[in-house]
């Protein structure tokens, strides 16, 4: 009897085991969803991060959802860009499809090995304050069907939106655009005593030179901001310290907005999307900003720079053009362009083309001592560049401020074909000068305008003050 009572446990435990191996090896995949940061300003961005998950041992296939986003309290739609990605394999078919600025997310056809997971990741945005739910999601697969839980994404009033643009949105190879960052606190009855984020530019865009940073977060009480742009890196933050406890001492105001621009340019060529880190508004997340900035080149392309601005009034500036050639075995011949200073007349009448410092173009180079330079008959190689480079006198009586100049569009002879470039622009940025001033003080207090007798003594204080705010 006992012997037999052991035969039937051990019996019944290989039944056991048999059972649940079985069970495992049958587990449908699950999904899950989260927003990160799952409540946002209006307008900001959020990730919304897919996990599917594969319990079993077992690979599966044909992986799909459709992911329709909610239209209540209003409309979240996919950002723009959408930075859609997913480490689930496509390798077979699959697809992952989620527009920009569209309402559906949609992953079709993708496989998933054996106790392992992937994910699928696709910032959106809203503009709506309340509660957006978004419903469940379910899963079909070679193993079978499965629900994610609803989950939320909160917009809410007390935490100001943040977004970003390019102006302008599409510029040539080595062209300039202004980045500028806003941190929208219409909707927000309180004031922000401190604003933080980081951009990372993407590959192919950097801080121009210069870089022209500027902001408005600052607060009036004991102005404390910072942003970080050195020319020809990646990194734009800003640090702006204020405070909350006393009026005027904020960085954002209740109902306002203020703002940070740079100027970045563009190294590479094609689509840029530029999503930034989180904004901390009074260090709590408020979500991340983003947009994109189409960098072109056309077969024959010029660039210019003002290259060693800013200058004060009165100095000599170097302007120097590129043109390339990007057909890989024909040189363009008859190249030619046009570039005419007159156009920033009145604000700077007087500036003309002083000398010819440098021209590889071959061709003829006309207009120095004038104010419109041209070039005629130069000669680029097949995949190939050349340069010009010439010095300018900006006039003693310009006013500091930002001028943009812009050329003509290059033409040549490539292979035989006549083509037509782009023009290129950039800014001459004059700065102020450092302005001196005196003033007779009273001895001891200081007191401005002292009344005094022969023989009294008076304090002489003379005080220069730099208003330029990119150069010692």
Partial sequence: MRRGFRITRSCLFIVLVIFFSSAAA?????????????????????????TITNGSATPVTNLSFTDTLPLVPGAMTIADPANASTSCDLSSGGSLSAPDGGGTITLSDAQLGGLSSCTVTVDVTAGTPGVHTNPAITLSSSAGTSQSLPIDLTVVTSLPGFSKSFAPSSIPLGGRSTLTFTMDNTLNPSRVGNLDFTDMLPTGMLVADPANASTDCISAGAPNTTIT??????????????STLFPGFEVLPA?????????????????????SGDLLSDFTSTGKASDTLEATVTPLSIQKSFTDDPTPPGN???????????????????????????????????????????????????????????????????????????????????????????????????????????????????????????EFLEVGTLAPDPVVTPGDDVVLRFTIANPSTTSA
């Fill in 316 to 438: 000599v500036v170097t302007l120097e053009f590129t043109i390339g050639n990007f057909n890989r075995s024909s040189s363009a011949t008859a190249v030619a362009f046009t570039d005419d200073l007159t156009t920033l007349v009145p604000a700077m009448a007087g500036l003309t083309f002083d000398s010819l410092l440098f021209n590889d173009c071959g061709g003829s180079v006309s207009g120095v001592g004038g104010t419109t330079l041209g070039l005629t008959g130069g000669t680029v190689p097949a995949e190939g560049s050349c340069t010009i480079r010439t010095s300018l006198s900006v006039p003693a009586g310009a006013t500091p401020g930002s001028y943009t100049n812009t050329t003509s569009a290059v033409t040549a002879t490539v292979g035989g074909s006549p083509v037509v470039g782009n023009a290129a622009s950039d800014e001459l940025f004059v700065e102020p000068i450092p302005v001196l001033t005196k």
């Fill in 229 to 242: 742009a050195y020319p020809g890196t990646n990194v734009i933050t800003l640090d702006a310290i204020g």
């Fill in 26 to 50: 049958s587990a449908q995949p699950t999904i899950s969803k989260v927003f990160t940061p799952n409540t946002i300003g209006p307008g900001s961005v959020s990730t919304a991060t897919f």
């Fill in 255 to 275: 109902g306002g907005t203020c703002t940070v621009t740079v100027d970045v340019t563009a190294s590479g060529v094609g689509t840029l999307d530029n999503i």
